[in-house]
């Protein structure tokens, strides 16, 4: 049974740190870390929140969705899943300050889609990043399908999709996945360094910005999260090939 508590938060000057912690699980996403994240989110929009952080405690950031809870519960509860997903995705994607995943170890599968979903990725030499959802006849979540093209370009996006090969952080630098790449034990150092910059600055300025520039692109990524999702459920009614 999992401490009830599944989702750290702290503060470092001016700066809002969610910490996913099931370490055990190495920070599996179970639908009470959705739901914790959900409200998180809400709370960090209603309070006006500078800067937030996201990561994972003991040297993971989330190793994807939590499938043994899944697959106890069964076809209803998985939808219920997925629905927060997307939920608390575009709640980070829009959310009115500046975001960075901070990113130890593993980020895999829903795990990246949490990562795409910040304005930054901090990555460290323990980094590994794993869209992996092909290896399962099932296509990426609607953030991977939005941000990848974006990130890494179109052709580099659909190789990485199609191969679901795993990347270290210093690769996902060379691609450009990551913003930045750092040793483990100053990962966490340089990431609150700049995230405490970031949290001095002019803050509404910010967030204008961070909405004039994700709408820049010919199709939002809403619309996108939207035409993915109804995918998703036609595909998971469908047997798999």
């Known amino acids: 049974m999992d401490h009830i508590t599944v989702l750290e938060q ?18 599996a996403l179970n639908i009470a870390m959705w739901e914790a994240l959900r409200d998180a989110l809400a ?64 980020a895999i599968q829903a795990g990246l889609e949490l990562a795409l979903a910040c304005d930054f990725r901090f990555a460290g030499v323990s980094s590994v990043f794993d869209i992996g959802f092909t290896r399962f006849a099932a296509p990426p979540e609607a953030i991977s399908e939005a941000m990848l093209p974006r990130l890494l370009g179109l052709e580099q996006a659909k190789r990485w999709v199609f191969s679901g090969e795993r990347r270290t952080g210093e690769q996902a ?14 990962l966490r150092d340089e990431t609150l360094s700049y995230a405490s910059e970031l949290a001095k600055g002019p803050t509404p300025a910010y967030a204008s910005s961070k909405t004039l520039m994700n709408e820049s692109f010919e199709k939002p990524v809403q619309e996108t999260l939207a035409a993915a999702n109804r995918l998703e459920t036609r595909a998971r009614r469908q047997p798999m090939l």
């Not at 702290?10 to 920070?27: A, C, F, W, Y």
Request: hydrophobic share 35%; glycine share 10%; net charge negative.
């Open 10 to 27: 702290s503060d470092h000057e001016g700066v809002l740190i969610l910490t996913t912690d099931r370490p055990k699980q190495h920070n």
């Open 43 to 106: 709370e960090a929009r209603n309070n006006r929140a500078r800067c937030v952080v996201l990561t994972g405690a003991e040297g993971a950031f989330s190793s994807g969705g939590d499938w043994v809870e899944a697959s106890i519960e069964g076809d209803e509860f998985i939808e219920r899943v997925y629905g927060l997903t997307h939920e608390v995705v575009e709640a980070l994607y829009v959310l009115p300050c500046p975001t960075i995943a901070m990113i130890p170890g593993p």
């Open 173 to 186: 630098r060379t691609f450009g996945l990551v913003s930045e790449f750092f040793s483990d034990d100053s």
